[in-house]
């Protein structure tokens, strides 16, 4: 048998060794799978899963069985166009025009294997090298924002963020809760630079659950319409579906707005589907990708999502997003928040102000060490979470304590999850602080 050096053999490129570094998005999954596997982790409080959801499965279950035979085979055994599955594609340009009276067609939305995907595609379009010699880079208006987005450029990453105001708020007549404003005039200063090729938001913003409000959104476009650049809004957990969003939010489109939804947090995350609208020619692009790097998206999440698209009635996707979906993960979030001031009570905790999505954004003041030094010892005691650096693109995060103060937890687990996690954030936070005071 040979005798097989691999590392001396296996000598990546620029790209490969690029694309195979350690990242946030990387260490997120590489968690969820340990999580699964290991039998060692009591609490999952660190990935992106949605809660299962028995009402909301029961229903994808159904429209699954009402394919047949015959539908699950034509699903499962042919490709799609590059673009997407034609009839899914006009079910959702229909169920956009019902809700938003936008005037769309199948020519403005593309699929893709999920919106991770989607933004791959997105950035390397937007930033990066251009004919002539220039730079440009992707805006984020406001930062902490997802990890998702850190690593997926082609070459380097180009971000540039603008730094957030932080404000004290109350929330259901309580202390203790913060939120993110966004610096308008940090926004403006940034792209009178003249090399930003896109803004680019999430609304509902992972990890934060900041929800930017309409006027900031109407703002941000103004701003792209007037240097000529789009604004891709991430709707992943926003209006209209999984509608995990607790306040108004008004979703709107014009032809430099991209607009990125998902069906993972629907309950189908393993199925990869994203669905982007934009103009044409955007979409065009994104078919050409996928042909090239995907050949086709795939097809069986479409053929269960479709039908619940056609309509918007009981048991359709809007119906149970906004009457099973959002009041659930509301409910979470206060009991998780309300854990949380039992087990910390006394010490700096700040929550940031819950409005969607389905994590809570802690911020440990003055924390004696990092929460990435405190991601490791969760994880050793059987809970998992996400340490806050990962979510600062744009930033550099050895000038930016605050990034380390911080943490993402999920509260889409059971109830008995929660406790154990929430407890055990508790007991370490809690010893970090007395370790000081001592």
């Not at 490709?79 to 997407?84: A, I």
């Not at 060490?369 to 340490?387: H, M, N, R, W």
Request: with cysteine; proline share 5%.
């Amino acid at each position: 048998m040979a005798n097989w050096h691999t590392a001396k053999l296996m000598k990546f490129s620029q790209f490969g060794q690029k694309f195979s570094q350690k990242t946030g998005a990387l260490q997120l999954m590489d968690d969820l799978a340990f999580a699964a596997n290991s039998g060692q982790i009591q609490a999952m409080l660190g990935g992106g899963n949605p809660a299962r959801i028995p009402e909301v499965e029961a229903v994808f279950q159904q429209a699954y069985s009402d394919l047949g035979a015959a539908g699950f085979s034509a699903v499962v055994a042919s490709y799609s166009g590059s673009q997407g599955d034609a009839a899914f594609l006009q079910t959702l340009a229909d169920f956009f025009n019902r809700q938003y009276a936008w005037g769309i067609t199948p020519a403005h939305i593309a699929i893709t294997n999920g919106s991770q995907n989607a933004f791959f595609y997105l950035f390397n379009l937007f930033s990066g090298q251009y004919a002539g010699g220039q730079k440009r880079k992707v805006l984020l208006p406001l930062v902490p924002e997802y990890l998702g987005y850190a690593d997926v450029h082609v070459d380097a990453p180009h971000f540039v963020a603008a730094r957030p105001k932080r404000e004290a708020t109350r929330y259901r007549g309580q202390e203790g809760f913060f939120k993110y404003r966004m610096d308008f005039a940090e926004v403006e200063r940034l792209l009178a630079l003249g090399d930003i090729g896109a803004i680019c938001c999430s609304r509902p913003t992972n990890p934060t659950g900041n929800v930017l409000t309409d006027e900031e959104i109407q703002h941000l476009s103004a701003l792209a319409a007037t240097h000529d650049i789009p604004l891709i809004v991430d709707y992943a957990y926003g209006t209209p579906f999984p509608g995990i969003i607790f306040n108004h939010a008004k979703v709107e489109f014009a032809p430099h707005h991209i607009l990125c939804f998902s069906l993972s947090k629907t309950g189908l995350p393993s199925l990869r589907t994203g669905i982007v609208v934009a103009a044409p020619e955007v979409v065009a692009a994104i078919s050409a990708l996928n042909a090239t790097l995907n050949l086709a998206p795939g097809r069986l999440s479409a053929a269960i999502a479709q039908p619940l698209l056609a309509h918007d009635g009981k048991g359709s996707l809007l119906q149970l997003s906004q009457d099973v979906i959002r009041p659930f993960y509301q409910a979470r979030a206060n009991f998780a928040i309300a854990l949380l001031q039992q087990e910390l009570a006394g010490y700096p905790l700040r929550i940031h102000q819950p409005e969607g999505a389905i994590f809570l954004w802690l911020w440990f003041e003055g924390l004696p060490i990092s929460t990435d030094v405190l991601y490791e010892q969760l994880k050793a005691a059987g809970t998992l979470v996400v340490p806050g650096a990962y979510y600062f693109p744009g930033v550099d995060t050895t000038q930016e304590r605050h990034a380390h103060e911080c943490l993402r937890m999920s509260y889409a687990q059971d109830d008995a999850a929660l406790r154990i996690g929430i407890n055990t954030i508790g007991k370490l936070v809690r010893a970090a602080y007395d370790s000081t005071s001592a």
